[in-house]
């Protein structure tokens, strides 16, 4: 059974930084595209940042450019962790964040449907 478990939020003042980790089982992840999501209450579940297999131990990272300047997304572990780290939190960051994963993948791989894994989702609260 795969699975996608997040870990790491929870409640922050603004300017504060947390790292959001995901750790997938159940099958080999080292070639996928492995990504971060968020979904703000009322929203639609947007991208946030991914990596993507290049060769090896290689992957080129993607965040998207209204967040670049203080969230960064890395592959850790076996190949099976996607970390997400962010600096400077802002208010408008509370959200649920979900990691998500699919097979191999390319660069365009930037909406919810592209994604065939996906995780629970994990809350993170930034105060004013």
């Known amino acids: 059974q795969v699975q996608l478990v997040e870990s790491g939020g929870g409640s922050v003042q603004a300017g504060a930084s947390l790292r959001l980790s995901c750790k997938g089982s159940?099958?080999?992840?080292?070639?996928?595209?492995m990504a971060w999501f968020r979904q703000r209450p009322g929203e639609e579940r947007e991208f946030v940042g991914k990596?993507?297999?290049?060769?090896?131990?290689?992957?080129?990272?993607d965040v998207i450019g209204s967040l670049g300047d203080r969230f960064t997304v890395a592959r850790g572990g076996n190949r099976n962790v996607l970390n997400l780290g962010m600096n400077d939190l802002k208010p408008e960051d509370s959200a649920i964040y979900y990691c998500?994963?699919?097979?191999?993948?390319?660069?365009?791989?930037?909406?919810?449907?592209?994604?065939?894994?996906w995780g629970p989702g994990t809350q993170v609260t930034v105060s004013s």
């Open positions: 998500a994963s699919r097979p191999k993948g390319d660069n365009m791989n930037d909406r919810v449907l592209d994604y065939e894994y």
């Open positions: 159940g099958r080999t992840f080292t070639s996928d595209t």
């Open positions: 990596t993507t297999w290049k060769s090896g131990s290689f992957y080129n990272v």
